[in-house]
């Protein structure tokens, strides 16, 4: 579905075709994809969703590694030493 979203030109995907096609790095470019003002107040300036190819991948590979056990350990034992 095709539509103006905050006056910008939007695709709406949907299901398992929407979200292959929304992970499809070949298809799909994350920079300035996301309003700056909507950018900056839900992600802050340069956090991941605008993020693409190595830096991209990079930053991911970052917040994917906090979600083992591990990686909960050491954020927690970080948090706390602060």
Known sequence: MRLRLLGRPTTIVSGGDGARLFYDE?????????????ADTL???????????????????MFIALLTPEGARVIREHAARR
Not at 43 to 61: E, N, Q, W, Y
């Open 43 to 61: 992600f802050g300036k340069d956090a991941v969703h605008g993020l693409d190819d190595r830096s991209h991948k990079h930053r991911k590979a």
């Open 26 to 38: 070949a298809a799909m470019e994350r920079h300035q994809a996301t309003p700056a003002a909507l």
